[in-house]
């Protein structure tokens, strides 16, 4: 018989604990790497609704005719989306004011507020 050599190398175990520590690793950095991405994605949704709601009061401010008072809605089609916006207008008491509030979401069923800005448009005096 030969008596016992030390050999040199890992053990099984050592290999199978390694291969675990670099699946763990690479499985949440995939993970992260996919939330960013989504969160890109939602940021740049939210931006470009920003647009839509600022383009919008814009529009009211050059068209220099106070908006009615009450909700309405419309569609637009901007970078790619399909958003519906929503205009509230009310008028505020002892103020020479008008507030317009814009919301805007995407044009899907059970979508959720993507945006939501105010402005003060002054009436024209009586």
Do not use: C, Y
Request: glycine share 6%; no cysteine.
């Amino acid at each position: 018989m030969h008596p016992f050599i030390k050999q040199k190398g890992f053990t099984l175990v050592e290999v199978l604990v390694a291969l675990l520590i670099v699946a763990v690793t690479l499985g949440a950095g995939i993970r992260a790497l996919t939330q960013a991405t989504d969160l890109s994605g939602a940021l740049d949704r939210r931006m470009i609704a920003r647009w839509v709601a600022e383009d919008h009061i814009a529009l009211l401010r050059a068209q220099q005719s106070l908006p009615k008072e009450g909700q309405i809605e419309g569609q637009v089609n901007q970078a790619g989306l399909s958003l519906i916006w929503s205009e509230t207008s009310e008028t505020l008491a002892h103020s020479p004011f008008i507030k317009i509030t814009v919301r805007v979401r995407e044009d899907k069923p059970d979508a959720t507020q993507l945006v939501q800005i105010a402005a003060f448009i002054l009436q024209s005096p009586p």
